[in-house]
C-alpha cells in the first residue's frame, strides 16, 4: 500500500520568494513520484517526476524536487515565485504491486503568489 | 504523451437525471481512467475502462451508479445516473504511460447538481 501526504493546503508567498510545496510518502516498494499543477478550469498537467534517475529533478517552469529516501520526502521547490504559478500542485505517488499499476494523489496544495 | 479531449468542460443538472461525459485521446491506449475530483478533496480512481471488456470498478464505485463505455482505443464515456447533489464534482479521464506510471489528463468536465 503507499499514500501520500502533502502538509499544507494553502501556502501563500510573495512574489519572488522562495515557493516550496511539501510532500511526503509511504510506499512498501521503491516508487516513482510526481507533481502535477492544476491551474483554474483546466486538467492536471505533469510539472516533473523521479523514475529513480537523478534525486534532483527538474521539470517545467522552473520548479525542482528532490527525492530524499531517508525521509520518503519528494518537496516541490522553485527559488523565484511568479503570478502566474498561482495553481494547485499535487504530489503523487506510482507503484507496481502484484503486476498491477497504481497511482495514488495527495490532497493538494493550493499557491496564492501575493504581488 | 497524449492529448485528451473531454465534453462537457461543464454542466448543471438537475437531481435524479443522468450524464453521459466523453473522452477522445489522440493515439490508441489500452487502458483508459477515470478519475472523480471532489471541492476540496484529492483525485479518486473511479473505475479503469478496458477496450473490449467490462470496466474495472474501486471500492466505492458501482455500475449501477457510474457506467462506462469503450468501444474503442481511443473513446470512452462515463455515465454519472441519477443524480445528487453530492455527486457535483470535477470528472477527469485520464491515459498512462505505462512504464513509469506518468499519467495524462483531459481538461475535465465540471458537473454541478442542484
Known amino acids: 500500500a503507499q499514500s501520500v501526504t502533502q502538509l499544507g493546503s494553502h501556502v501563500s508567498v510573495s512574489e519572488g520568494a522562495l515557493v516550496l510545496l511539501r510532500c511526503n510518502y509511504s510506499?512498501?516498494?521503491?516508487?516513482?513520484l510526481f507533481w502535477y499543477v492544476q491551474y483554474p478550469n483546466q486538467g492536471l498537467q505533469l510539472l516533473l517526476k523521479y523514475t529513480s534517475a537523478a534525486t534532483l529533478v527538474k521539470g517545467i517552469n522552473g520548479f525542482e524536487a528532490e527525492f530524499k529516501k531517508s525521509e520518503t520526502s519528494f518537496h516541490l521547490t522553485k527559488p523565484s515565485a511568479h503570478m502566474s504559478d498561482a495553481a494547485e500542485y499535487f504530489c503523487a505517488v506510482s507503484i507496481v504491486s502484484g503486476g498491477y499499476q497504481k497511482v495514488t494523489f495527495g490532497i493538494g496544495t493550493k499557491l496564492q503568489v501575493i504581488p | 504523451s497524449a492529448v485528451i479531449s473531454q465534453k462537457p468542460s461543464r454542466d448543471i443538472c438537475q437531481r435524479g437525471t443522468s450524464l453521459t461525459i466523453q473522452c477522445q485521446v489522440d493515439s490508441q491506449v489500452t487502458m483508459m481512467f477515470w478519475y472523480r475530483q471532489q471541492p476540496g478533496q484529492s483525485l479518486t480512481l473511479i473505475a479503469t475502462a478496458n477496450q473490449g471488456s467490462e470496466a474495472t470498478y474501486e471500492s466505492g464505485f458501482v455500475i449501477d451508479k457510474f457506467p462506462i463505455s469503450r468501444p474503442n482505443l481511443t473513446f470512452s464515456t462515463l455515465t454519472v445516473s441519477n443524480m445528487s447533489p453530492e455527486d457535483s464534482s470535477i470528472y477527469l479521464c485520464?491515459?498512462?504511460?505505462?512504464?513509469?506510471?506518468?499519467?495524462?489528463f483531459g481538461e475535465g468536465s465540471r458537473l454541478t447538481v442542484l
Open positions: 485520464s491515459v498512462r504511460q505505462t512504464n513509469t506510471g506518468e499519467l495524462f
Open positions: 510506499s512498501s516498494v521503491p516508487p516513482y
